[in-house]
């Protein structure tokens, strides 16, 4: 493991060249440019406060910066799955012609990923800070307990990227055993997305015990808490909240290294 490590890391210059590339194409002849990245949350979030502030009364100061957290985070995750699949097939001209660990074809995704998340978590914490802490939940916060919690997203960004690239090892060696992974992987986000608290918070269900089991659950739950508390409690999260990221990080890098080692040499055949 030390020296496959070793060995993404000589061709870091290959596979960083990759990424930059990947960006430019993007935003290619685009006036815009980066802050398409931006666009698809900041719309979503609008239509969601309009909607569940009028029809459930929700607070806009406190709601806004949750949901718009909770879509950054969603993009982020929704990519590595989709844009996953296909990693391992856009790098197919290269897996060819140089033998290079095929680790670096998921990173070059989970990368271009986590650029577009680093822009959304800035202005996220740029909303959270304008907005302030929500007291109704932590009533002694103030904005210098956001500032100086500030810096606990460095290790949730790390673990962020970990998780990333395990799922698109994943997604990508299963779409190229399975070509309608892709499709399915999109079907299957639409329904996961309604059971992880993006929009809603988990306490609203609190009279109805097994969805409020089922939601806490959910695996995605430790790494939303880990970027809102931060951000919109202005407190670091708590160790468990930690530990329980970890082990699914741990978990999913365990799986996704076994599956590459066991699909490694025969990848070139079914591309």
Same mark, same amino acid.
Request: glycine share 8%.
């Given at each position: 493991?030390?020296?496959?490590?070793?060995?993404?890391?000589?061709?870091?210059?290959?596979?960083?060249?990759?990424?930059?590339?990947?960006?430019?194409?993007?935003?290619?002849?685009?006036?815009?440019?980066?802050?398409?990245?931006?666009?698809?949350?900041?719309?979503?979030?609008?239509?969601?406060?309009?909607?569940?502030?009028?029809?459930?009364?929700?607070?806009?100061?406190?709601?806004?910066?949750?949901?718009?957290?909770?879509?950054?985070?969603?993009?982020?995750?929704?990519?590595?799955?989709?844009?996953?699949?296909?990693?391992?097939?856009?790098?197919?001209?290269?897996?060819?012609?140089?033998?290079?660990?095929?680790?670096?074809?998921?990173?070059?995704?989970?990368?271009?990923?986590?650029?577009?998340?680093?822009?959304?978590?800035?202005?996220?914490?740029?909303?959270?800070?304008?907005?302030?802490?929500? #007291?109704? *939940?932590? =009533? &002694?916060? %103030?904005?210098?307990?956001?500032?100086? /919690?500030?810096?606990? !997203? @460095?290790?949730?960004?790390?673990?962020?990227?970990?998780?990333?690239?395990?799922?698109?090892?994943?997604?990508?060696?299963?779409?190229?055993?399975?070509?309608?992974?892709?499709?399915?992987?999109?079907?299957?986000?639409?329904?996961?997305?309604?059971?992880?608290?993006?929009?809603?918070?988990?306490?609203?269900?609190?009279?109805?015990?097994?969805?409020?089991?089922?939601?806490?659950?959910?695996?995605?739950?430790?790494?939303?808490?880990?970027?809102?508390?931060?951000?919109? #409690?202005? *407190?670091? =999260? &708590?160790? %468990?909240?930690?530990?329980?990221?970890? /082990?699914?990080?741990? !978990? @999913?890098?365990?799986?996704?290294?076994?599956?590459?080692?066991?699909?490694?040499?025969?990848?070139?055949?079914?591309?």
């Amino acid at each position: 493991m030390h020296a496959y490590l070793g060995a993404i890391w000589n061709c870091r210059f290959f596979w960083l060249s990759l990424v930059k590339m990947d960006l430019r194409s993007r935003y290619r002849g685009s006036m815009l440019g980066i802050f398409w990245s931006l666009l698809h949350p900041i719309a979503m979030t609008a239509i969601l406060c309009v909607v569940f502030s009028c029809a459930f009364g929700q607070d806009l100061r406190s709601y806004a910066p949750f949901v718009f957290t909770g879509l950054t985070f969603w993009g982020f995750f929704g990519a590595t799955l989709v844009q996953g699949c296909l990693c391992f097939f856009q790098g197919e001209s290269y897996i060819r012609q140089h033998p290079a660990p095929m680790a670096i074809y998921p990173l070059r995704t989970v990368l271009g990923a986590a650029f577009h998340f680093s822009v959304g978590l800035g202005l996220a914490i740029v909303i959270g800070l304008l907005a302030g802490p929500d #007291l109704d *939940r932590n =009533p &002694s916060a %103030t904005r210098l307990h956001q500032l100086l /919690a500030l810096p606990s !997203l @460095l290790p949730t960004c790390l673990l962020l990227l970990l998780f990333g690239w395990s799922l698109s090892i994943l997604t990508g060696l299963l779409n190229v055993r399975f070509r309608d992974t892709r499709y399915l992987v999109e079907i299957g986000l639409q329904g996961l997305f309604y059971l992880t608290p993006v929009m809603y918070r988990i306490d609203a269900f609190k009279d109805k015990h097994r969805l409020t089991l089922l939601l806490q659950c959910n695996p995605l739950v430790p790494f939303l808490d880990l970027i809102r508390e931060p951000i919109l #409690l202005g *407190r670091i =999260p &708590s160790v %468990t909240t930690y530990a329980l990221a970890t /082990a699914v990080v741990l !978990l @999913l890098g365990a799986t996704a290294a076994a599956a590459l080692w066991i699909e490694e040499r025969r990848l070139i055949f079914h591309l």
